[in-house]
């Protein structure tokens, strides 16, 4: 069983930046794609940013395009959420999300498409 822990969340004022993390045990090199998403208080899930399992693709949601960035460590098996330029818009519980999908140059941001999650780790952006 895949077992990660997102963490980073905070609150922060509007203009300012955080860097979310998602630990694993072990992410498998070309098989695990990772996605973030987020959902606020009476809204869906919704996916923000993928990176494929091959690391060549990467995709951000059109709101969050040019202001996050999402990468990926393998020698410390963790998965970052790079988030500048925070709005009010942005708060909202975020989880990370794991699919094996061995030796894909795509990711999608489709949360039917992911299996394991995480617990969440929370964003709040208000000054």
């Known amino acids: 069983q895949l077992q990660f822990v997102e963490s980073g969340g905070g609150l922060v004022q509007p203009g300012g930046s955080l860097r979310l993390s998602c630990a694993a045990s072990?992410?498998?090199?070309?098989?695990?794609?990772i996605g973030w998403f987020r959902q606020a208080p009476g809204k869906e899930r919704e996916g923000i940013s993928c990176i494929s399992s091959s690391d060549v693709d990467t995709n951000h949601a059109d709101s969050v395009k040019g202001r996050f960035t999402i990468s990926r460590d393998h020698a410390k098996n963790t998965v970052y959420l790079q988030m500048n330029n925070l709005k009010p818009e942005d708060t909202a519980t975020y989880y990370c999300a794991v699919r094996r999908a061995p030796y894909q140059p795509t990711c999608t941001l489709n949360k039917d498409h992911y299996y394991f999650w995480g617990q969440g780790t929370q964003v709040t952006v208000s000054s």
């Open positions: 072990e992410f498998t090199s070309d098989y695990d794609e």
